[in-house]
């Protein structure tokens, strides 16, 4: 069957980027960065955090995260058309830059990382735009206003999507019993492509939640009930089955909550692709570091359908599925 222009649009590169440096549980809880005992965290599959330090910094992940999704993707600089910059926590859509007089203070907080980063990566021919206040779900977001642009402007080629999501010095590295790890990530999303289309998207919002420390009880109670009705309404518009997943790449959220949800749904819990070691949760690059990592060792093959599931504070549920 012939592909239309909806069907063609895919990820045609992609990368996660870690920071070097770990911190063992042990280690975050000496220091205080973790609230739950370290054995009942590595009970549910964590075993250390990655952390930034100052060289491999914030800028050090976005940079080396889009550099390598576009040599992954084949392509040159100036061949992207569209920069998306998206990050669930507002600090990071910021950048520093050089001393300024006090009479200049009120355009510092102007001063936007999603710009930095395209002179860094020298994307003159790009216009930029960012996606934020959608938690984990950012680079999801991301990804579907990048297709939304691809087939409502024929102009457009290929768009680069990055996320980086880096907590501020001190604070926690544990959210609802999760450990938070910093990470980057980076998509070519381009018309044509040959690997990884685009074949169904479904997201739920319930701005209900939006408080998150005051509705945290109701959001673990809300999680799985509308997780299961995210992916049950994706694959129903798009005349899927629960069998025709092959793989199901998920976050790094705690590995008993993915066998719960995959048991909720009917997917086989072999079809989980699990990566060798964990890293945690990155926030907004989970899937995307697990799927350069699949492409790499040949996980998948093609014509196989993906899975990429995640929930984002907010609150929103998103589910993306690939013909790899």
């Not at 040159?76 to 600090?91: F, G, T, V």
């Not at 409502?152 to 019993?177: K, N």
Request: proline share 5%.
């Amino acid at each position: 069957m012939k592909l239309g222009l909806q069907n063609s649009v895919g990820i045609r590169g992609v990368s996660g980027v870690l920071p070097p440096g770990r911190l063992t549980l042990g280690e975050l809880s000496v220091g205080r960065r973790i609230s739950s005992d370290p054995s009942v965290l590595a009970s549910f599959g964590f075993q250390n955090a990655s952390v930034i330090d100052e060289v491999h910094d914030a800028a050090w992940l976005v940079k080396a995260a889009a550099q390598r999704a576009l040599a992954d993707a084949d392509l040159p600089p100036e061949d992207i058309d569209l920069l998306i910059w998206a990050s669930a926590l507002a600090q990071n859509h910021l950048r520093e830059g050089g001393p300024f007089t006090e009479d200049d203070q009120a355009l510092a907080p102007f001063r936007y990382a999603s710009g930095w980063l395209q002179d860094e990566l020298a994307l003159d021919r790009a216009d930029v735009t960012a996606v934020a206040q959608q938690g984990c779900a950012s680079f999801f977001s991301a990804l579907r206003l990048a297709r939304a642009a691809l087939l409502a402007e024929p102009d457009l080629h290929h768009v680069l999507c990055v996320g980086l999501d880096v907590l501020p010095a001190g604070t926690t590295r544990e959210i609802l019993y999760n450990v938070i790890s910093h990470a980057a990530c980076a998509v070519v999303l381009s018309r044509d492509s040959p690997r990884d289309r685009w074949l169904g998207y479904r997201q739920i919002s319930r701005g209900y939640y939006w408080d998150t420390p005051v509705k945290k009880a109701e959001i673990l109670a809300a999680y799985f009930p509308t997780a299961r009705l995210c992916i049950a309404e994706l694959f129903q518009r798009h005349n899927l089955r629960p069998d025709d997943i092959d793989w199901v790449v998920p976050t790094g959220v705690q590995r008993t909550s993915w066998d719960i949800l995959l048991d909720l749904v009917g997917i086989p819990a072999q079809r989980l692709y699990q990566p060798a070691e964990s890293f945690g949760h990155t926030i907004l690059a989970d899937n995307f570091l697990l799927l350069d990592q699949m492409r790499r060792d040949g996980a998948a093959q093609p014509g196989d359908k993906l899975l990429l599931f995640t929930y984002g504070f907010g609150s929103s549920w998103c589910g993306l599925v690939l013909d790899h």
